[in-house]
């Protein structure tokens, strides 16, 4: 049998195959080579569909053209109290239900044009409009002027006014007392912005009876005095009512103070006084009621008194009064000598009593001043010897610092312990044998001037 050649087979086979790329282009892309990425636009280049009303509010030229497409404005009903801030609210549209953003509408409330705002991307527009003090309903008007791609269009709406509530702050004294005049007082404001309200009636009502119609003021207060003639020891109830009028709502507001019995008066009265610098006096003062010295004695009061020089007080001492009504006060002097005024106070419950003070007058004299000398019994003519001389003040046994002590006219000034050291070298004039020394102290603003002899024996000279 003759073998067929399967040569001319596969040509034909060959070429009914489709070309691969790789056969197309030497060096191509095979079939798992990925293809090669698509390339877009940023988004920032993106073409973004221009406002149905255009971005710019170019107006009707003169030209306008025919075509113009038609808009919408609603205006939304609005209502606020007095003196509250509301938000005005419209809506654009075009072509009956397209909103229309970045457009002003203009705002006209009672015939005044209140202000503009733009559209949102709802074609929404808000502003907010502060009720006047004015009641009823008021007109608004929403105007879109329009511009050469879009109709101006209008709505008319209402602006609704309410009563605005208010609130009294009323404010009393700390205390009252059966008898005496208290002041009651107020201020009246409206609660949507906190302003105050002038020209009110207020009726003040104590212990539940009316006692004043007052008028506020341009601060919106008032004030009334009354004086309460019973109910002592319980709260004193006071209440001011507001009855309101076509522009405000009512109020009434409620506030207490203790109520004392009648005040009593506490009488004080001490004597004038005389001392040293220095120097503790004995000092009382008579406390008592009803009457001066003879009234009913006053027990447990805490006196303090003082010394007043044109207004400059200086505490001198404290006490309490005992059964009899009599608080000792120990006065320490310590003030500059001179004449001042003696002062006394009484620290009683205010609200129960009131004080009668009395008057006196301190007069501080100077201090007397008692020196010391310490140094050698015998001494050489014109050989030096130190004296150490030491200043007290005989008032209250203090030493005196910065105090002048002389021999003669050699001086020097005492320390923080009050000595003074003084080195002195004996002359001959009065020859050999027992001398005293004189030493003194200088007169200063709150001493008088002291002296002391010390005795020594001068002897010869070594020399």
Not at 53 to 77: I, M, N, Q, W
Not at 154 to 181: C, E, F
Not at 312 to 330: K, W
Request: proline share 7%.
């Amino acid at each position: 049998m003759r073998r067929r050649s399967l040569w001319p087979l596969l040509a034909a086979s060959a070429l009914l195959a489709p070309l691969s790329p790789a056969s197309a282009k030497p060096g191509g892309a095979t079939k798992n080579t990925p293809s090669a990425p698509t390339t877009q636009a940023p988004e920032s280049m993106h073409k973004i569909p221009a406002p149905p009303c255009g971005l710019h509010e170019t107006g009707p030229g003169r030209f306008v053209p025919s075509d113009r497409r038609t808009t919408k404005v609603t205006a939304k009903y609005a209502i606020g109290a007095i003196g509250e801030t509301i938000t005005l609210k419209a809506t654009l549209v075009v072509d009956g239900s397209t909103p229309v953003a970045l457009k002003p509408l203009e705002f006209t409330v009672d015939g005044q044009v209140v202000g503009t705002a733009k559209t949102n991307s709802k074609g929404e527009a808000t502003l907010a409009y502060k009720i006047p003090n004015l009641f009823g309903a008021k007109p608004l008007q929403v105007r879109y002027a329009g511009n050469n791609l879009c109709k101006g269009s209008s709505d008319d709406g209402t602006v609704g006014t309410v009563r605005a509530s208010t609130s009294i702050a009323l404010t009393l004294s700390k205390y009252a007392n059966v008898g005496t005049s208290t002041t009651i007082s107020a201020q009246l404001k409206r609660t949507t912005d906190g302003a105050v309200i002038s020209g009110r009636e207020v009726d003040v009502y104590v212990a539940g009876a009316k006692v004043a119609t007052v008028l506020t003021n341009t601060s919106g207060r008032f004030q009334v005095k009354h004086t309460p003639m019973s109910g002592a020891d319980k709260p004193l109830e006071v209440k001011a009512h507001f009855t309101g009028d076509v522009l405000y709502v009512a109020n009434a507001t409620t506030a207490s103070t203790p109520l004392y019995p009648p005040l009593q008066t506490v009488y004080l009265r001490w004597s004038n006084a005389t001392g040293f610098y220095g120097q503790t006096l004995p000092s009382g003062v008579i406390v008592t009621t009803g009457s001066p010295i003879t009234g009913a004695k006053f027990k447990g009061a805490p006196v303090r008194m003082w010394s007043d020089d044109d207004g400059d007080l200086q505490s001198l001492g404290e006490g309490v009064s005992t059964t009899l009504g009599i608080a000792q006060v120990p006065l320490k002097l310590t003030v500059r000598p001179g004449i001042y005024r003696l002062g006394a106070h009484a620290d009683i419950p205010r609200e129960r009593y009131t004080l009668d003070k009395g008057s006196a007058t301190l007069r501080v004299h100077k201090a007397p001043v008692a020196l010391t000398v310490t140094g050698p019994s015998a001494v050489h003519i014109g050989a030096p010897a130190n004296f150490t001389v030491k200043a007290v003040r005989t008032t209250d046994n203090k030493v005196v610092k910065g105090l002048d002590v002389c021999y003669l006219s050699k001086c020097a000034e005492t320390d923080a312990a009050g000595r003074a050291t003084l080195s002195l070298a004996i002359t001959s004039d009065d020859g050999t044998g027992t001398r005293n020394l004189s030493f003194t102290s200088r007169e200063d603003a709150y001493h008088v001037a002291g002296a002391k002899s010390f005795a020594v024996t001068v002897q010869p000279s070594i020399n």
